[in-house]
Structures are given as C-alpha cells and as structure tokens.
C-alpha cells in the first residue's frame, strides 16, 4: 500500500496505482484547461466592456479564486507521485530512505535503492509494457503480474540491518523486467 487517499475514498497500491495517477493528471488537465477558457473571457471580457459579461467575469473570478489553489494543490501531488513511479518507491518508504542513504555514506557503501530498476522499467512496472494503454483507464493486459509481495532488484543491491549496522552486498539478480 503507498497511502490512503480521501479524494477517491480507497487506498493507493500495487493494483490501482496506474488508476490514481491517472485521475491525477487528468483532472490537472481538466482544471489547467478551465482557468485557460476562463481566462480567455476575462479578456474578452475586459476587451468589450460590456456589463453582461462583467457578471460573467465575477462569476469566473469567483471560481478561479476556488480553481488556481485546488489546480495547484493537485499538480503538487501529481508531481510527487510520478516522482515516487520514477524511483519506484512508495510514499510511505520515502521517509526511510534518507535514513537508509545515511546509513549507507556511513558504512562506506555507495546508495542505490535495490528495486529502482530505471525509469522505462519504472514506469511499466506501474502503467504496463505497451505505451499505448498508459494513457486510457483500463486493466493492462501487458503490465507484469505481481501479487504485492514479490518485486524485481536492481542488478547489485546491499541489505542494511538498522539494527546492528551490519551489511551484505547481493550481485546478480537475474530477474529483468524490460
């Protein structure tokens, strides 16, 4: 599970993950594509002068005052999410990692996060093989079958025990995903 979100009233995981980025993006589009058409007639409206659309233009002023911080809020989010798909990271292991990357200068071991398998592998971890179902909600019939508790690493990973500050480095992992 990455998180529970209130905005669809279900938690974010391995299964619906695609689905939630998705609704992210495109309700920034909705809404990027709203303030633009609302904008283009507060500029005609101000071009005109005239007193009906003055209405118009406090109405759409109105909503914009809604639009912007909610558009803005959304993006946000949305960034940060593709940026967790781009490491292949969940949100709630985002917290541990800067601990495990200090852990990690301080034993003399260069940090790679072991299931960062590279943003194409990333991405179709996530949305699937073929580019062409990233962009519509449904089911990818090319997205590779996980059952939440198994996951690719990436070629050479070291596993750090918090514990006692022991490490072991593990090369070759055969299993590839692109």
């Known amino acids: 599970m990455d998180h529970h979100c209130v905005w669809i009233g279900n938690c974010v995981g391995n299964d619906n993950h695609?689905?939630?980025?998705?609704f992210l993006t495109y309700t920034t589009m909705a809404i990027i594509t709203?303030?633009?058409i609302m904008c283009s007639r507060l500029i005609l409206s101000a071009v005109t002068g005239d007193i009906v659309q003055s209405?118009?233009?406090?109405?759409?002023?109105?909503l914009m005052i809604f639009l912007v911080p909610m558009g803005l809020s959304i993006l946000m989010m949305m960034l940060y999410q593709y940026s967790l798909v781009y490491k292949n990271?969940?949100?709630?292991?985002h917290g541990q990692v800067r601990k495990l990357k200090h852990r990690c200068r301080l034993m003399g071991h260069e940090w790679h996060y072991p299931y960062d398998n590279g943003i194409i592998a990333n991405f179709k971890m996530v949305f699937g093989r073929n580019i062409l179902e990233w962009l519509f909600p449904i089911p990818s019939k090319s997205r590779l079958n996980f059952d939440g508790t198994v996951w690719f690493v990436h070629d050479k990973f070291i596993r750090i025990n918090l514990d006692d500050n022991s490490s072991e480095i593990y090369p070759d992992s055969s299993d590839s995903i692109v």
Not at 57 to 62: A, D, G, N, P
Not at 89 to 93: P, V, W
Request: cysteine-free.
């Open 18 to 22: 695609k689905y939630f980025l998705q």
């Open 55 to 62: 209405y118009q233009s406090l109405v759409i002023m109105m």
């Open 34 to 36: 709203a303030i633009t």
């Open 89 to 93: 990271i969940t949100g709630l292991e």
